[in-house]
């Protein structure tokens, strides 16, 4: 069985089109190494583009991108 996006996953995820990795930062998450993807452009605040890949928005499924976008 294959679930479609639903419109909200559409609108986040389409936020990242178009974009490229300048680079990759590493951060402690819980012990555990996370990259964190720096894109280009900049968010709504003006500060660069980020994603991460997260468990899922609230920690407890499949992945998720999250993104400062």
Known sequence: MSAKPTPIEREHYGKLV???ILA???????G????ILILS???TKGSPV???VMCDPEGN???HLEHSL
């Open 50 to 52: 980020t994603a991460a």
């Open 24 to 30: 990759i930062h590493w951060q402690d998450f819980e």
């Open 61 to 63: 499924g499949p992945g």
């Open 32 to 35: 555990q190494s996370l990259p």
């Open 41 to 43: 452009g900049k968010d």
């Open 18 to 20: 178009g974009r490229n």
